[in-house]
C-alpha cells in the first residue's frame, strides 16, 4: 500500500501524515507513506487544496485533516 501527502509541509500537512501514520499502526498495517511537496506534481494531480490524502492512487481528502478513525476505515475497507 502507498500513501502519500501531498502539500507544501505546512502543520496541517504534518498532522495529516501524523494522524495517517498513527491509524496504521493502530491497525497493524504497513504502508509506504511518502509527503510530496513539490507544488508542480501536486498540480498535476487536479490537487488544488492541501493537505490532500492518496491511497494507493486514489484521492481520498483533499483541504482538510482526516481524523485517525475516517483514515482507518479508509485502510479497513475490503480489497485493501
Not at 34 to 59: M, N, Q, S, Y
Amino acid at each position: 500500500m502507498k500513501i502519500e501527502i501531498l502539500g507544501p509541509g505546512c502543520s496541517r500537512c504534518r498532522a495529516a501524515e501524523e494522524n495517517v501514520k498513527r491509524a496504521l499502526a493502530e491497525l497493524n498495517l504497513d504502508a509506504e507513506v511518502l509527503h510530496v511537496t513539490d507544488p508542480k506534481e501536486i498540480a498535476l494531480r487536479r490537487i488544488f487544496l492541501t493537505p490532500a490524502v492518496v491511497v494507493d492512487e486514489e484521492v481520498r481528502c483533499s483541504g482538510r485533516v482526516p481524523d485517525v478513525a475516517e483514515i482507518k476505515q479508509w485502510l479497513a475497507q475490503p480489497g485493501r
